[in-house]
Each structure stands twice: as structure tokens, then as C-alpha cells.
């Protein structure tokens, strides 16, 4: 897409092509904690436990208020918890990508004075107030070039390729910087505005 995009050709996917990108940005977000409180909140996933263990007293009969106490205290073990929000996201991920191929595809063009930054955690939802992913103001922008970002936005009339302002790029990389442990930029001035006195790592020359 990169080099495609360098020769001035806009970006038309076929459908195929499409949903590996969306299913591509999906995975790069699903890491992220604002992604994992979307999709487990702690009253929703209190609320699932209740409604299964209900589900088999109806099926099966009454429970002990000690087994229920049982049940629920095992979920607090370290190792399932890291596992919990991993399996509701993939759970989740049909809703998700639904969502995304109900947007339109656009190139958002960093102009000559700015540039992206790319971090650990890349993806970032804007939006006027709504959290509902299908809601058109939502966007979803992921940075893959200094020059170029794919964005994912709920209008139809959008354009396939835009060159956005410096003011714009610059909010998109104080987000990215803000949630990423790592950030990465040729731009050693552009990490020291977002990261005063952070240490720098040179990158390192294939041999």
C-alpha cells in the first residue's frame, strides 16, 4: 500500500483486500486496555456470571451459595484474568469487523511539515461523544508510515485519499504516544516534544 500510495495511486481494495485490513487493524487494537474495557467492563462481565450461573440453576437446579462463592472466587486467579479479556474480544471480534466494513476506507496523507508517529499500541478511536462503534462520528485511525495513515469513518461520501493539517497529525501521535509504552519515529525531535527526557535507542543497522 505504501509503495502504491508513494506513486500517487489511490487506494481502491477489492473486498478481500479489505477485510484483511480490517481484520489487520482489528488485531492491533484488540491489545489495547481502552479496547478491553470496551469489551469487558467489570459490572458486564459480573452481570455474564450471574446470568450463566442462572442459566444452569434453571437447567440443571439450585446451587449452594457456597458453590456460587466457589465459582466466582476462581475467576480471581491471576492466570485465568489475563485470559478473560483475550477470549471476550475474540468473542466480540464479529461485532467489531461488522462495524469496521460498515465504514469507508480513506488514506489520511501526513502534509510536508509533520509526520506519523508509530507506537506499541497504534490504533486510536476518535469520536464527538458516542462509544457505540457503528456510530458515523466514530473514526478509527491507524498510522503505518510517517507519511500515511489508514482511517476507517462512517461517512459514505468520503474520499479515497486525503492530505490532512499538521494540527491533526499532531493530535493523532500525543494519542499514540499517550497509550504506548514504546514509540518509534526517524524524527528524534518529534519523540523528545511527546517524551521529554526519555531515553532514546538508535535504531540498530541490518549487518
Given at each position: 500500500?505504501?509503495?502504491?500510495?508513494?506513486?500517487?495511486?489511490?487506494?481502491?481494495?477489492?473486498?478481500?483486500?479489505?477485510?484483511?485490513?480490517?481484520?489487520?487493524?482489528?488485531?492491533?487494537?484488540?491489545r489495547v486496555p481502552d479496547m478491553?474495557?470496551?469489551?469487558?467492563?467489570?459490572?458486564?462481565?459480573?452481570?455474564?456470571?450471574?446470568?450463566?450461573?442462572?442459566?444452569?440453576?434453571?437447567?440443571?437446579?439450585?446451587l449452594s451459595e457456597r458453590r456460587?462463592?466457589?465459582?466466582?472466587?476462581?475467576?480471581?486467579?491471576?492466570?485465568?484474568?489475563?485470559?478473560?479479556?483475550?477470549?471476550?474480544?475474540?468473542?466480540?471480534?464479529?461485532?467489531?469487523?461488522?462495524?469496521?466494513?460498515?465504514?469507508?476506507?480513506?488514506?489520511?496523507?501526513?502534509?510536508?511539515?509533520?509526520?506519523?508517529?508509530?507506537?506499541?499500541?497504534?490504533?486510536?478511536?476518535?469520536?464527538?461523544?458516542?462509544?457505540?462503534?457503528?456510530?458515523?462520528?466514530?473514526?478509527?485511525?491507524?498510522?503505518?508510515?510517517?507519511?500515511?495513515?489508514?482511517?476507517?469513518?462512517?461517512?459514505?461520501?468520503?474520499?479515497?485519499?486525503?492530505?490532512?493539517?499538521?494540527?491533526?497529525?499532531?493530535a493523532i501521535n500525543r494519542a499514540?504516544?499517550?497509550?504506548?509504552?514504546?514509540?518509534?519515529?526517524?524524527?528524534?525531535?518529534?519523540?523528545?516534544?511527546?517524551?521529554?527526557?526519555?531515553?532514546?535507542?538508535?535504531?540498530?543497522?541490518?549487518?
Amino acid at each position: 500500500m505504501e509503495d502504491a500510495l508513494g506513486r500517487s495511486i489511490d487506494p481502491i481494495l477489492g473486498d478481500k483486500n479489505r477485510r484483511l485490513l480490517d481484520l489487520f487493524i482489528y488485531e492491533q487494537w484488540r491489545r489495547v486496555p481502552d479496547m478491553h474495557e470496551l469489551v469487558f467492563a467489570h459490572e458486564g462481565f459480573c452481570s455474564r456470571i450471574d446470568k450463566a450461573i442462572a442459566d444452569y440453576e434453571q437447567k440443571y437446579g439450585p446451587l449452594s451459595e457456597r458453590r456460587k462463592a466457589e465459582l466466582v472466587g476462581s475467576l480471581d486467579e491471576r492466570e485465568i484474568l489475563k485470559e478473560i479479556p483475550g477470549r471476550a474480544l475474540r468473542k466480540s471480534s464479529g461485532v467489531v469487523l461488522r462495524a469496521f466494513q460498515n465504514k469507508t476506507l480513506v488514506i489520511v496523507e501526513a502534509p510536508d511539515n509533520a509526520e506519523y508517529l508509530i507506537g506499541s499500541y497504534n490504533v486510536v478511536k476518535t469520536s464527538d461523544g458516542p462509544t457505540d462503534l457503528h456510530d458515523a462520528s466514530i473514526e478509527i485511525w491507524l498510522p503505518f508510515s510517517p507519511r500515511f495513515a489508514a482511517v476507517l469513518q462512517g461517512r459514505k461520501d468520503a474520499v479515497a485519499r486525503v492530505v490532512t493539517g499538521a494540527d491533526q497529525v499532531d493530535a493523532i501521535n500525543r494519542a499514540v504516544a499517550t497509550k504506548s509504552s514504546i514509540i518509534a519515529s526517524k524524527n528524534l525531535a518529534l519523540i523528545e516534544s511527546l517524551r521529554p527526557g526519555s531515553k532514546l535507542m538508535e535504531a540498530k543497522k541490518p549487518t
